[in-house]
């Protein structure tokens, strides 16, 4: 997808890089932390589609409890408002963990893309300002393209991004079924 989908609305860095990487390519609307993200999406998208990416935090915004769960993963969890046409895509731990755990899976040595394999490392690479436009990520993301979990999120947004409205619940548990 080359138009840019303002209604995308991831809380990091790193998830930015992720969607814009594999799904939007003209571009997201990043906010810094979950409930920015939430705000933004009560705010500003009230009456309109949304899709929320944010890191399963130890302190989850208030909004997420007004939200319905409807399919997950080992590290995905995707949540539908009853009211509103908004989505939340929670990554759990976080996006550094899932990444990891993700080209861990494909065999995939991040050293190789100069990015540290240590967790903590790699966290501190993946928080910097910089990391959205990354090219080291934007390579590792398109090496782990087609890996399980990270099939499933591209897959989800993309789904979400072509039917806005009109996404089905059915569908989208479909997805997850990925296995």
Partial sequence: MNQRADFIIPECYIDTNLVETLVCTGGCNHQKGCNQVAKVMQ????????????????????????????AS????KLFRHPARSHFIILVHPAADGF????????NVNVADYGLSPKLKEFTAQTKNVMSNKD???????KSIENVGEIRLIKSVIAYLVYTTYKASNDVLKQYFNYE
């Fill in 99 to 106: 990444i990891l755990s993700c080209a861990e899976v494909a």
């Fill in 135 to 141: 090219p080291r990520f934007k390579r590792l993301f």
């Fill in 43 to 70: 705010e500003k998208f009230a009456d309109r589609f949304a899709v929320g990416i944010i890191d399963a935090d130890k302190r989850r915004p208030g909004y997420l409890n007004e939200f319905n769960e409807i």
């Fill in 73 to 76: 993963s080992e590290h995905i």
